[in-house]
C-alpha cells in the first residue's frame, strides 16, 4: 500500500513537471543598454516570468558580474557597453534637441552592436532556434529589435522603464497623445528628430540583417503585442490607457524587508536628529560635477545637523564633515524604509521617486534631463518635493532647499498620503505584466489592439469627417447661392431691353 502511494506521488510530480514544460514559453529579452537603472524594472518583468517556469534569454548590456535577478530559468548573454560613453553624456552641457539626438544615435550603435555580437549571433542562428516572444527596449531609440519578432515570427512586447511616451502611445494607439500629458521635456522638440532622424536609423539596421521585412514604422504597428510601461497613476497626470498598454509602476520594490548591515543599521538608529539620504542613481555621479556645484552640495549638506548618507563611488575626498557618510552601495528600498529617514536629495530618476512615494519620503529633487524634469515637477505640484535647478544651483539655494525640506512638515504628509495611495492596487505590478504576457502567448494580440494603431492621420485627426460635414453644410449653401445668383442674373437680363426701349 505505501509503495503504491509513493509511485502515485512521483507520477503525480512527473505529470506536473511535464504540463509545466509544455506550458512554459522561450521569451527572448534585449536589453543592450549598460544603465542600470533600466534593467532593473525590465528585470522585474522577466525574474516573475523565470518563476512562472517561462525560459528567458537574456541579451544585456551590463558588465559581467552584474547580475539581476538571476534564476535557474535565466541565460544571459553579454554585450560589450560603453560606460564612458554613459559618462559623456551626463556631463557634456547639450540643449534638449542635441541630447535627443545624441540617445538616437546612441541607440542605433547600440542595436547595430548587439546584432554584430558573435555571442548573440550564435544564440539566433542555432539550427532550429525557436522562441515563442521577444521583449525589447523599443522605444529608447532601439525599434529595429522588432525586427526579431519577425524573425521568430512571434509577438514582440516592449518594455518601457519609464512611463507613456508620445511614440509608445503612437504605437500603442493610446488615445491620448503625451503632448497633452507632458511626460517628457524632450517629446516636442525630439517628434520630427524622431521621425526624420531616427526611423531611418533603425530602418537601415532592420534591412542589414532582416532583408527583406517589412519598414520598421509597420512592424511596429503590426507586431507589436503589448507595451509595459513602468507607471503608476499617483506620480503621473490620469490618462486613458488601450488594453494593449500595461503600467507596472513600484514592480522593483519588493514586498518584504531584508536586514540592512550592521554598521547602517547602527548609523540610522542613532541618528536622533534624522538622517539625509543623497543619490543621484546609478549613472550620474557627484565626482564628475564642476566644483562649484560640488561645493556647494557638500558645503549645504555639512552644515546640516542631520546626518548624511552619501553614495558617492570610487576615492572618498578628503575633509569631509563629520556629520557626512560615504557609501558606495545601498539597499535603497530597505534604507528609505527607515523611519529615521527625514528627507532623500535625488536626480529624479523615475524608480527613486517611486521608492521614495511608496515609503513616504519627501524629496529634495535635482533633475538633470529626460522625465527627471517631469517626475520632479510633478512631485512638487503633488506637494511632497523641493526642487533644485543644477544649472543655477548655488550654496544659498542649497541651504534654502534643505531647511524647507527637513523642517516644513507639509511635505512629509503629503508624502504620506500618497504612499496610501501608491501601495493600494488590486493586483501587484508583477502579476499584472506576468498574466498581460501570458494571455498574449495564449490568445494573441489582434483583439486588444485599437484600431486607430493603424489609421492614417487624416482618419486619426477626423479630417474626413470634418470634411464631411462641412460638404454637407456648405454644399446646400453653394447650390443656393448659385440657384439666387442664376434668377438676379436672369432678372437683371430681362429688364435690360425695355430700359434700352425708354432710353430710344
Given at each position: 500500500?505505501?509503495?503504491t502511494?509513493?509511485?502515485?506521488?512521483?507520477l503525480?510530480?512527473?505529470?506536473?513537471v511535464?504540463?509545466?514544460?509544455a506550458?512554459?514559453?522561450?521569451i527572448l529579452v534585449?536589453?543592450?543598454?549598460?544603465?542600470?537603472?533600466h534593467?532593473?524594472?525590465?528585470?522585474?518583468v522577466t525574474?516573475?516570468l523565470a518563476?512562472?517556469?517561462?525560459?528567458?534569454?537574456?541579451?544585456?548590456?551590463?558588465?559581467?558580474?552584474?547580475?539581476?535577478?538571476?534564476?535557474h530559468n535565466?541565460?544571459?548573454?553579454?554585450?560589450?557597453g560603453?560606460?564612458?560613453?554613459?559618462?559623456?553624456?551626463?556631463?557634456n552641457?547639450?540643449?534638449t534637441l542635441?541630447?535627443?539626438?545624441?540617445?538616437?544615435?546612441?541607440?542605433?550603435?547600440?542595436c547595430?552592436?548587439?546584432?554584430?555580437?558573435?555571442?548573440?549571433?550564435a544564440?539566433?542562428?542555432?539550427?532550429?532556434?525557436?522562441y515563442?516572444?521577444?521583449?525589447?527596449?523599443?522605444f529608447?531609440?532601439?525599434e529595429?529589435?522588432?525586427?526579431?519578432?519577425?524573425?521568430?515570427?512571434?509577438?514582440v512586447?516592449?518594455?518601457?522603464?519609464?512611463?507613456?511616451?508620445?511614440?509608445i502611445?503612437?504605437?500603442?494607439?493610446?488615445?491620448?497623445?503625451?503632448?497633452?500629458?507632458?511626460?517628457?521635456?524632450?517629446h516636442?522638440?525630439?517628434?520630427?528628430?524622431?521621425?526624420?532622424?531616427?526611423l531611418?536609423?533603425?530602418?537601415?539596421?532592420?534591412?542589414?540583417?532582416?532583408p527583406?521585412?517589412?519598414?520598421?514604422?509597420?512592424m511596429?504597428r503590426s507586431?507589436?503585442a503589448l507595451?509595459?510601461?513602468?507607471?503608476?497613476?499617483?506620480?503621473?497626470?490620469?490618462?486613458?490607457?488601450?488594453?494593449?498598454?500595461?503600467?507596472?509602476?513600484?514592480?522593483?520594490i519588493?514586498?518584504?524587508?531584508?536586514?540592512?548591515p550592521k554598521?547602517?543599521q547602527?548609523?540610522l538608529?542613532?541618528a536622533?536628529?534624522?538622517?539625509?539620504?543623497?543619490?543621484l542613481?546609478?549613472?550620474?555621479?557627484?565626482?564628475?560635477m564642476?566644483?562649484d556645484k560640488?561645493?556647494?552640495?557638500?558645503?549645504?549638506?555639512?552644515?546640516?545637523?542631520e546626518?548624511?548618507l552619501l553614495?558617492?563611488?570610487?576615492?572618498?575626498?578628503?575633509?569631509l564633515?563629520?556629520?557626512?557618510?560615504t557609501?558606495?552601495?545601498?539597499?535603497?528600498?530597505?534604507?528609505?524604509?527607515?523611519?529615521?529617514?527625514?528627507a532623500?536629495?535625488t536626480?529624479?530618476?523615475?524608480?527613486?521617486?517611486?521608492?521614495?512615494?511608496?515609503?513616504?519620503?519627501p524629496?529634495?529633487?535635482?533633475p538633470?534631463f529626460?522625465?527627471?524634469?517631469?517626475?520632479m515637477?510633478?512631485?512638487e505640484?503633488?506637494?511632497?518635493?523641493?526642487?533644485l535647478?543644477f544649472?543655477?544651483?548655488?550654496?544659498?539655494?542649497?541651504?534654502?532647499?534643505?531647511?524647507?525640506?527637513l523642517?516644513?512638515?507639509k511635505?512629509?504628509k503629503?508624502a504620506?498620503?500618497?504612499?496610501g495611495?501608491?501601495?493600494?492596487k488590486?493586483?501587484?505590478?508583477?502579476?499584472?505584466?506576468?498574466?498581460?504576457i501570458e494571455h498574449v502567448l495564449?490568445?494573441?494580440?489582434?483583439?486588444l489592439?485599437p484600431s486607430n494603431?493603424?489609421?492614417?492621420?487624416?482618419?486619426?485627426l477626423?479630417?474626413?469627417?470634418?470634411l464631411a460635414?462641412?460638404a454637407v453644410?456648405?454644399?446646400?449653401?453653394l447650390?443656393?447661392?448659385?440657384?439666387?445668383r442664376?434668377?438676379?442674373?436672369?432678372?437683371?437680363?430681362a429688364?435690360s431691353?425695355s430700359?434700352?426701349?425708354?432710353?430710344?
Open positions: 500500500m505505501t509503495a502511494i509513493k509511485v502515485i506521488a512521483i503525480a510530480v512527473l505529470t506536473a511535464l504540463l509545466g514544460a506550458d512554459s514559453a522561450r534585449v536589453v543592450p543598454i549598460m544603465a542600470r537603472s534593467h532593473i524594472a525590465i528585470s522585474g525574474k516573475a518563476e512562472k517556469g517561462h525560459h528567458i534569454t537574456y541579451v544585456s548590456g551590463l558588465a559581467k558580474g552584474n547580475k539581476i535577478n538571476p534564476t535565466h541565460k544571459l548573454i553579454h554585450v560589450a560603453s560606460e564612458a560613453e554613459l559618462k559623456r553624456f551626463w556631463t552641457k547639450r540643449g542635441d541630447k535627443v539626438t545624441f540617445l538616437m544615435e546612441w541607440g542605433a550603435r547600440m547595430n552592436e548587439t546584432m554584430s555580437n558573435p555571442d548573440v549571433q544564440e539566433l542562428n542555432k539550427p532550429g532556434q525557436k515563442d516572444l521577444v521583449i525589447a527596449e523599443l529608447f531609440f532601439q529595429a529589435f522588432v525586427g526579431l519578432g519577425h524573425q521568430f515570427n512571434v509577438p512586447v516592449a518594455v518601457n522603464p519609464f512611463g507613456a511616451s508620445q511614440f502611445n503612437e504605437h500603442a494607439g493610446n488615445p491620448l497623445r503625451a503632448c497633452a500629458s507632458s511626460r517628457f521635456s524632450f516636442v522638440a525630439s517628434d520630427m528628430s524622431y521621425t526624420f532622424i531616427n531611418p536609423k533603425q530602418q537601415e539596421i532592420v534591412d542589414r540583417y532582416w527583406g521585412a517589412p519598414p520598421v514604422d509597420d511596429l507586431n507589436l507595451t509595459v510601461i513602468n507607471n503608476h497613476f499617483t506620480l503621473v497626470y490620469p490618462m486613458p490607457m488601450a488594453p494593449n498598454v500595461v503600467e507596472i509602476g513600484g514592480i522593483h519588493p514586498q518584504k524587508r531584508n536586514p540592512l554598521d547602517l547602527e548609523f538608529d542613532s536622533k536628529e534624522g538622517v539625509l539620504y543623497f543619490s542613481g546609478s549613472n550620474l555621479k557627484v565626482q564628475y564642476p566644483e560640488k561645493d556647494a552640495i557638500l558645503g549645504g549638506l555639512g552644515a546640516l545637523k546626518r548624511v553614495k558617492w563611488d570610487g576615492e572618498v575626498p578628503k575633509g564633515p563629520p556629520n557626512i557618510r557609501i558606495e552601495w545601498a539597499p535603497q528600498s530597505d534604507l528609505l524604509a527607515h523611519p529615521n529617514i527625514r532623500f536629495w536626480h529624479g530618476g523615475l524608480l527613486s521617486t517611486q521608492e521614495s512615494v511608496y515609503f513616504g519620503v524629496l529634495l529633487g535635482m538633470m529626460g522625465d527627471q524634469q517631469f517626475n515637477m510633478l512631485a505640484r503633488k506637494g511632497f518635493c523641493v526642487k535647478d544649472e543655477t544651483m548655488t550654496r544659498a539655494s542649497v541651504d534654502a532647499a534643505l531647511d524647507e525640506i523642517h516644513n512638515p511635505y512629509k503629503a504620506s498620503k500618497l504612499s495611495i501608491f501601495r493600494s488590486a493586483v501587484q505590478p508583477a502579476e499584472a505584466a506576468v498574466f498581460s495564449e490568445h494573441g494580440a489582434d483583439h489592439k494603431v493603424f489609421m492614417p492621420l487624416y482618419q486619426l477626423l479630417l474626413d469627417v470634418i460635414g462641412a453644410v456648405l454644399l446646400p449653401l447650390l443656393l447661392w448659385a440657384c439666387c442664376a434668377l438676379c442674373g436672369g432678372k437683371k437680363a429688364s431691353p430700359k434700352r426701349k425708354k432710353n430710344n
